[in-house]
């Protein structure tokens, strides 16, 4: 996980914390496993944001992929690491936070 | 507000979702105004990484700013505006669907 950097009171983790990738992370731990297909429809994503998104978490250690066959057709299938879905969960946790604060002061 | 854009099914807004801001906004709402320095020294941001963000939050019409003196001090005071605190609700809203999700598969 990236180490806290300045402008971040509340520990959130930015590789987490863009919003197509919170969107594909929270889509993966409902999923378990997702194919590329499905999370690009899911999230409408392009092939290559997609793609790039999937590159940084997979370089965060937090996503792993592998390639598959349907019939003759080449499928990539993507699910969270252990060290993902613990992340994931850190990040979940400061979001609730925001929002309890933010309940509040409401 | 921003129009959605792709990539963003959970109707996060970029403006805000953006931890440094989510973060000012957060504390704006709890503070109802709060000078630079307070907000400098809350959220663990530089003088340029704050002005900076508050511009961005100014040109979306998100956050007013006045001058004002403390003795012969000069200081800025920040604060929501109406259109800034309905954003940050939905924000804080989605943000809720995505932790109720999250919640639902742990």
Redesign the interface.
């Known amino acids: 996980m990236s180490p806290p950097e ?5 520990d ?1 983790n ?1 590789t987490i ?1 863009q ?2 990738r ?2 594909i992370m ?1 889509v993966l ?2 999923a378990g496993e997702a194919d590329f297909a499905f999370l690009k429809e ?5 092939d290559g ?1 997609l793609g790039r ?1 999937l590159e940084v978490l997979a370089a965060a250690g937090y996503v792993s992929t592998r390639r598959g066959y349907d019939g003759r057709r080449s499928r990539t299938w993507v699910r969270l690491t252990p060290q993902g879905s613990t992340a ?2 850190i990040e ?1 946790e400061a ?2 936070t ?2 309890n ?6």
């Open positions: 300045g402008g971040n009171p509340f959130l930015e914390h919003r197509s919170l969107g929270t731990r409902e899911n999230l409408d994503l392009t944001n998104h994931l969960q979940i979001l609730r925001i929002i604060r933010a309940d509040e002061t409401s």
